[in-house]
């Protein structure tokens, strides 16, 4: 290669990859100022409504109209980047991080603001259209606070309060009235309020002749709740009824907390990655690592612009996506080596190896983005936020570590600055043939002479006994009434309350304080020294859960967090779950059908059963809690574990079509499979180290709301990349020999030559 051009080359790479980093740090602190933190990250709470018809028969309005009526009143609060999400055809997700007073939140977000104004007798004289629009603010008389209303139409209000001062002293009285409820009566309020008690209705004052002009509402309020009276009634009344049926609680001592620390170990968990790339791949691993770099910052920057909120779930979807975005990388690296062994130039083992990579990648990257999408439109509340950062990843790892990562690469190879430095992409020089001398391929791998399909029904046998001791299990726990599987308040309803301490908290002393209350918990859990968790089988209502966690802040310091689930919801939840799963397997067995055969597509659904019933049996074996979090983790791993198999199962199909015999008999099937799993075995096992990093520093260093999730991942990967050497390639093998199905027309193979030969001085 020309001098001038090879500089041109090396100048490209070198310029491109400062370009990167200079990118990355001049716009990195942007993309954190654009960066929403979830309620589970700075505290707050998150409430589904249920929402019905304020008068039974009538229809419900339509739900966006009930969202924006909703949304503004969220704005009386004052809080920033509130969510709001219509689910159904009558439920109102609402997600509001950073809220101090919650009492507050819940009160001004479920009231209808329906005001009225009525007489002694409960009759309606009027309701809030007599008010101009926005004619309601905070105003002083006589130095008290209230709440002055401009008056729409004077003259109808004349004649309204010229009717009320006729009624007679002691009936001449207008009251004004926030949410009347049929039953409710002035007379049995305004005892209330004479026993010293607070009344339902705002305001009760004399009318003594009529009122032609604005008019003011006093009831001793303070300047706070005149002014959020006033914004109530310019928001306008909600024509709906909303019952509360799920709740989640964080404190904001807590969610920081848990913040801090799944940061600190996702860092860990990349930098591990990263070191990982470079000690097995060489100056490939430089290039991975500059991609990994960028991955990252485009998935914050690409979430961020959407108006992504980063949750927990979310976070740990980011991390595992780093084993994902690597794993592109090292299926074309995988590929390079391959060629490199056979004895093909630096330039044209590149070329090709990037070559026959791609349509692995796509297979691989495309069932995940199935998955990612079947959580996206099937999915609620944190499985929705954890399949929109999968599809951001996917899309990341395809521009990213696809295209750019190859032109990357190409640059410095083109540049002939490679040519004589193979051992730079990982390979052993020992193992690589000498072309001068004609000398064939004689390395095919580590693992050439292992009998792959022979070995399997031991480990099949292994699985099986995992799967038989789970049933047992399952079995004696049922009927002897623990419940078949331990089953969080996600699924079967209840109250889980987490008790944070800055001291060591002892399980036994925190049942104690629950009993006294008059609760019977049905489960305390300690996760580590200074969290507990208490589950209660029964939905408490907003009056215990308050007079609960005043007891406990006294006691421990730190208030607690609290979930709520309504049995409507975990029933909801069961059913969603089953149904998400079984819509994830439809669209891959179509998928790897359409795109493979559909004896691979079979194999490939059991290997996917398999790894789901692993993961299930393990959680029943040792009765740990399953919850929504393990939702997100089965459809990742029905879009992760895929890829293994699918790796594996490319290379089948490649030996398979460039057979050179007409008929391939049992012994031949044989062969392929033990060939296709000793070429990708290094591939998988790296892969799943690479995924599994991020993991383990999760677990370990992690915080404790998502040991669930990264815990069931661990074993989902393990079991997924288990499957994919010894269930799906056997489950393919037994399928070919029994079944035999029809074998699409073998390709013209055109045979294998070795690169031209280097001669020093001549062609070098």
């Not at 001049?26 to 589970?40: E, H, R, S, Y």
């Not at 983005?369 to 399949?387: D, E, P, Q, W």
């Not at 029933?571 to 998928?591: D, F, G």
Request: aromatic content about 8%.
């Amino acid at each position: 290669m020309k001098k001038g051009t090879r500089t041109s080359r090396l100048t490209v790479f070198v310029v491109t990859v400062v370009a990167i980093f200079a990118m990355i740090g001049i716009f990195a602190q942007d993309v954190a100022k654009n960066t929403t933190l979830g309620l589970d990250l700075q505290g707050g709470f998150e409430i589904v409504y249920q929402i019905s018809p304020l008068q039974e028969g009538k229809d419900l309005p339509a739900m966006s109209a009930v969202a924006e009526s909703v949304s503004k009143r969220i704005n009386v609060l004052g809080v920033s980047e509130p969510q709001i999400l219509i689910e159904g055809n009558d439920r109102i997700r609402v997600q509001l991080a950073g809220v101090k007073d919650q009492e507050e939140a819940r009160r001004v977000i479920s009231s209808t603001a329906n005001l009225t104004f009525r007489d002694v007798n409960d009759n309606l004289l009027s309701d809030a259209s007599i008010i101009k629009e926005g004619g309601a603010s905070l105003g002083y008389e006589n130095g008290a606070p209230v709440v002055s209303l401009k008056i729409a139409d004077q003259a109808k209000f004349a004649e309204i309060t010229q009717k009320v001062s006729e009624m007679g002293t002691g009936n001449n009285i207008m009251i004004v009235w926030l949410d009347y409820e049929d039953g409710d009566s002035y007379v049995k309020e305004a005892a209330v309020a004479q026993a010293g008690g607070e009344a339902k209705y705002i305001s009760a004052a004399q009318v003594k002749s009529a009122i032609s002009g604005d008019c003011v509402i006093s009831g001793g309020f303070t300047e706070s709740e005149a002014r959020e009276l006033a914004e109530l009634i310019n928001s306008g009344s909600l024509p709906v009824k909303m019952t509360e049926i799920y709740s989640n609680v964080v404190s904001a001592d807590y969610g920081i907390g848990a913040f801090n620390k799944t940061a600190t170990a996702g860092i860990v968990g990349v930098a591990l990655v990263m070191v990982f790339m470079l000690v097995v791949y060489r100056f490939a691993g430089v290039i991975a690592d500059v991609m990994l770099a960028l991955y990252i910052f485009a998935v914050f920057a690409i979430y961020g612009g959407m108006g992504g909120v980063f949750t927990l779930p979310g976070i740990a979807a980011l991390v595992l996506g780093v084993g994902m975005t690597v794993d592109a990388n090292i299926i074309t690296f995988e590929r390079i080596k391959d060629e490199l062994y056979a004895g093909r130039s630096v330039q044209n083992a590149v070329k090709e190896g990037q070559s026959t990579s791609f349509a692995t990648i796509f297979d691989a990257q495309f069932t995940t983005l199935l998955a990612a999408l079947i959580m996206y439109i099937f999915g609620t509340g944190a499985v929705k936020g954890f399949a929109t950062m999968l599809m951001v990843t996917v899309f990341c790892t395809m521009v990213l570590n696809v295209y750019v990562s190859r032109f990357l690469v190409n640059q410095i190879v083109k540049s002939g600055a490679l040519d004589n430095k193979k051992t730079w992409f990982g390979v052993k020089q020992s193992n690589i043939p000498d072309v001068a001398k004609r000398q064939e391929q004689f390395y095919f791998g580590p693992f050439k002479k292992v009998d792959f399909v022979g070995k399997a029904k031991y480990f099949i046998t292994t699985s099986l006994i995992i799967l038989a001791a789970a049933v047992v299990m399952i079995c004696v726990n049922g009927f002897g009434g623990k419940g078949a599987l331990n089953l969080g308040i996600d699924f079967s309803s209840g109250t889980k309350i987490t008790v944070t301490s800055n001291e060591t908290l002892n399980t036994n002393e925190v049942r104690s304080d629950f009993e006294a209350l008059g609760y019977k918990p049905s489960r305390v859990q300690a996760s580590g020294d200074k969290v507990v968790y208490v589950t209660l089988n029964q939905a408490l209502e907003q009056d215990q859960l308050t007079s609960i966690k005043e007891t406990l802040t006294a006691k421990y310091g730190i208030e607690p967090n609290d979930n709520v689930v309504t049995p409507v919801v975990g029933r909801e939840l069961v059913k969603n779950a089953i149904a998400l799963s079984l819509l994830a397997w439809v669209a891959m067995l179509i998928y790897i059908t359409i795109r493979f055969k559909w004896d691979y597509a079979v194999s490939c659904i059991v290997a996917l059963v398999h790894d789901v019933a692993i993961v299930l049996a393990i959680f029943a074996i040792f009765r740990m809690e399953i919850n929504i979090e393990l939702i997100s983790v089965i459809l990742a791993i029905i879009g992760y574990s895929i890829n293994n198999s699918i790796v594996v199962f490319d290379r089948v199909r490649e030996s398979v079509v460039e057979s050179r015999k007409p008929k391939l008999t049992n012994a031949d099937y044989k062969q392929i499979v033990n060939d296709s799993l000793d070429k990708t075995l290094v591939r998988s096992v790296f892969s799943s180290i690479t995924t599994l990093l991020p993991i383990i520093a999760l677990l370990l260093m992690g915080s404790g709301a998502i040991v669930t999730f990264n815990f069931a991942m661990f074993i989902g990967l393990i079991a997924g990349t288990f499957s994919s050497i010894f269930i799906a390639p056997q489950m393919w093998y037994t399928i070919r020999t029994h079944v035999k199905p029809k074998e699409k027309k073998k390709k013209k193979v055109k045979k294998e030559k070795l690169d031209e030969l280097t001669i020093p001085g001549i062609n070098d």
